[in-house]
Structures are given as C-alpha cells and as structure tokens.
C-alpha cells in the first residue's frame, strides 16, 4: 500500500479543520441563539464522518484493487 | 430555513465533496506516481537519472502550456483565444472573489477598517469581477458555439454540459448582483457594476425585481455555483487543478520522452 495512515490521518484532518472553520464562518451570518446553526453544525459533524468514512474505509477498498495486479478490468472500471 | 443557514450547510456539502474527489482524483495519483518514481529509484537506481524521478515539470514547461496554452495554440487560434479568455476570466474572477470575500465580507468583522467595505477597495474589486466576469462568459459563450457547430468533432474533446453549467453560474453571478442593484438603486458603487447596474435598470423597467425574486436567484446562484466547485475533481473541470503537473509528459529533454516510455509500458 503506498500511502500511509499517517498521510490519510493528516488529509482527513486538514479537511475537518476547514469543515470547522466553516462552522465558524457561519456563526458571523447565522443567529447561533436560534435552532438555524444546529443545522450548520449537524451538516459538518455528518461531512466530517463522511470524510473519515471515505479516505479510512472506502478509498481504502479502492486503493487494494486500483495497485494489484489481479484486480479485474471491471473492478478497475469501477473504481475509476 | 433562511438563505445563509442553506448557504453554509452547502457550502460543507460541497467542500466535503471537493476534497473527497479530490482525494480520489488528484492526491491518490499523484502521490501514486511519487511513490512508483521513488520504488523505480530504489530498483534501478544507476539507470534513472534525478531528473526522469521529478514528478513535477519545470517552471518554463508549466508557463509555456498552461499559463501560455501554446499547444492549444498550435492546434488552432480561435480555441487559443476561446480558451485564454475562459482561463484569464475564471483565474482572475476567482482571484478577487476571494479577495473580496476575505477583506470584503469577513477580516472587517475583527480588524475595523473601511478601504474594502465602504471604500475605494469595494469600487475597485466590483469593476474587476465584472469585467473578469464579462471576459469568461463571452470565452464560454464562444466555447459553447463552437461546441454546437462543430458537435461531430468536438464531442469526445469538449463536454457541453461542462461549459453550460460554468456558463449559468456566470450568467446568474450577474443577475444576482443586478437583482440586488435593483433593490438597493442608490448603492454608491453601482456605476462600478457596469454590467449588473445596467441589467438592474432593466429589471426595475419590467417590474420583475422584488426581494423575494432577488433572494431566489441569489439561491439559485450559490447552488450552481457550489456545486461547479464540488463537481471540479470528478470531470473534465479537474484539468484545472492537474493540468500543470500533467503538463510534463510533453516537456522536452531526458525527463518528457522518460515519462511516455514508462506510461507506454504500463498500459502494454
């Protein structure tokens, strides 16, 4: 496998930083005192495992068939 | 659920989604590619010179194709034009885009200052989004003609619904800034939005330009918008990001003619 954990675990952490930022970004234009930003909040927290999900579980899968050699042609197809 | 609520969940959707793709569609090959250069090094370390194991082209490669785009030029020079005002247009709009949306709508809310906000800033960032702005959509506009005269051709090059979509959210960056115009008539800096101003007119002409119909196309805007961003690492718009490095397969020397022979026996 050519791309470490460590590497995974610093993309997956750059993007929830800014999913964060965003949050935070929201508060100057959404009334955090109404339920409007839970909305926000909800959004990020299901994007962030979303990330974690793709780049720890999926890509994963996906990295395994794209580097070996006795993957199949439609399993390649599939992968992109 | 009010405009900015839908606007910032968006926007994480559609960040998610870009960084995603783009995990998938760029970081992944390209540190795919590292990591075949670096293991071809290990192996055959006498035989690979240190500039055949650069991933990356040299600067002179990356002005001459993709700043410059002189092999688009060799193939034709309306594509040249049609393509240079579609990159100026998109680079320097995204260029003052961020530069207004950093100093225009957020950094004031903490370092008090008026230059961007209420200043001569503001003026000078509106007339250079409208006039990049003009400049990509008639590049678009020309990109979409030649599409649909030349279809048999261009088919496999070009993909319609691409260009279509870059050129709505174009189009609706100047509805939703004449619609805004339109309710805010005496705005100070609507000369400076030579465009949006003028089409505001218009609209107050035909009586179409109320709050609620401004807020719908701002929605719509920040829709299409997000979502040309999100869709960039899973299409055609990818060569946006990729198309410097991806450049160095046709550099010239030892590095170029390398790099071909080893795609060339990967895919026999």
Redesign the interface.
Known sequence: M??STK?KSI?AAV?IV??IY??Y??T???NVHTP??L??IA??AV??I??VY??FVQ?NK??VG??NADFTMDERRRI? | MDKFTYFWSLIIIAGTIFFIGAYKNVFLKIYYIIWVNKKAQEEDGAALTSEASVTFPEISTVISEALLQNRIKNRSTFLWFRHSLIFFGFMVLFFFDCVYTVFGHYLHHYLHYDYFVSGPGRAFLKFSMQLSGAVLFLGLTLGLIHRIIFAERERTLIDVKLIFLLWVVTLTGFLTEAFRLSNEPKDPFIAYSFISGNLSQVLQNMHIAGVGAATAVWVFHATVTVAFFAYIPFSKFVHIIVAPLGRSITQSGNYGQIKRERITEGLL
Do not use: W
């Open positions: 050519p791309i590497t993309y993007v800014i999913q965003f949050v970004a929201a100057l234009y959404v409007a930003i909305y926000v959004t990020a994007s962030a979303g990330t793709y780049i890509a996906d990295e794209g580097y992109g």
